[in-house]
């Protein structure tokens, strides 16, 4: 009950050309309490045209049609502003810099943890608008 308290203010977006990856996401975040929607691809969630006005991005970086930071860059275009977090199974300097340019939240290494992760979007949820 406490989790679904924390974090009934937003929805996390969680966009990643895995599905056993977003399976888990999903799984992982909705035991947390959070409302979760989740995208098999850049694409998808660019044609969604109902995204919520509360809500944290999770984004994988490697994706097939747009990387995750061109993905935000994309929305960003589109005056979306939400917060957003990178996943990536691996985190370099010039990828943090690239993602600190962007206006990523934060660039978290895979495997995640599920506190860091729950954490860092609820900071985010906080700090949004």
Same mark, same amino acid.
């Given at each position: 009950?406490?989790?679904?308290?924390?974090?009934?203010?937003?929805?996390?977006? #969680?966009? @990643? @050309?895995?599905?056993?990856?977003?399976?888990?996401? =999903?799984?992982?975040?909705?035991?947390?309490?959070?409302?979760?929607?989740?995208?098999?691809? *850049?694409?998808?969630?660019? &044609?969604?045209?109902?995204? *919520?006005?509360?809500?944290?991005?999770?984004?994988?970086?490697?994706? *097939?049609?747009?990387? /995750?930071?061109?993905?935000?860059?994309?929305?960003?275009?589109?005056?979306? +502003?939400? *917060?957003?977090?990178?996943?990536? /199974?691996?985190?370099? =300097?010039?990828?943090? +810099?690239?993602?600190?340019?962007?206006?990523?939240?934060? #660039?978290?290494? =895979?495997?995640?943890? &599920? +506190?860091?992760? #729950?954490?860092?979007?609820?900071?985010?949820?906080? +700090?949004?608008?």
């Amino acid at each position: 009950m406490l989790a679904g308290m924390l974090a009934d203010s937003g929805t996390v977006l #969680v966009v @990643d @050309d895995d599905a056993a990856v977003r399976a888990a996401l =999903k799984f992982a975040l909705e035991v947390e309490g959070f409302e979760v929607r989740v995208y098999d691809g *850049p694409q998808a969630l660019l &044609d969604d045209g109902r995204l *919520p006005d509360r809500a944290c991005l999770v984004i994988d970086y490697r994706m *097939p049609e747009l990387d /995750g930071i061109e993905l935000v860059d994309a929305l960003r275009r589109r005056n979306v +502003t939400l *917060p957003a977090i990178l996943i990536s /199974g691996r985190v370099s =300097k010039q990828l943090q +810099t690239l993602a600190r340019r962007s206006g990523l939240t934060r #660039v978290l290494e =895979k495997p995640l943890s &599920d +506190t860091t992760l #729950v954490e860092n979007i609820r900071g985010a949820l906080a +700090t949004a608008g």
